[in-house]
C-alpha cells in the first residue's frame, strides 16, 4: 500500500519559514519524480514544483521560483519544500505527489498524500 505523509505546515507569520516534509512508503521511491501541489480555499489545485527521482531536475511554479526549493533524499524516501519569505498568499493545503516524470498537472501524478495546511497571517 503507498503511502504519502506530509508533516511540516502551521501558522506563521509573513517573512517566515517553513520546511515540509513528505515521507514515501510502499513505493520505490528513487523511481519516481515527486511533486508539490497546493490549493487555496475555493481555488484549484495548483502546481508548485516538482523534482525528477535523481534529483537531477526540478521545476517551479513562477510565484514559487526564488523562495521555494524543493529537494529529496532518496535513502530517507522523502521530499522536502523549503518555504523563505512565505507571504498571506501561499497559504493553502500543500499536498505531495508522486509521478514517472516531473509534470505540471495534478492528474499526471499517481500518488497523493492527504496535505498538510500553511496558513501565512499578514
Sequence with gaps: QVQLVESGGG???AGASL???CVASGVTFSSYAMAW???APGKEREFVAAIAWSGSNTNYADSVKG???ISRDNAKNTVYLQMNS???EDTAIYYCAAGPWVLLLPRQYR???QGTQVTVSS
Aim: glycine share 12%.
Design 86 to 88: 512565505l507571504s498571506p
Design 37 to 39: 501541489f497546493r490549493q
Design 11 to 13: 501558522l506563521v507569520q
Design 67 to 69: 523562495g521555494f526549493t
Design 19 to 21: 520546511r515540509l516534509s
Design 111 to 113: 500518488y497523493w498524500g
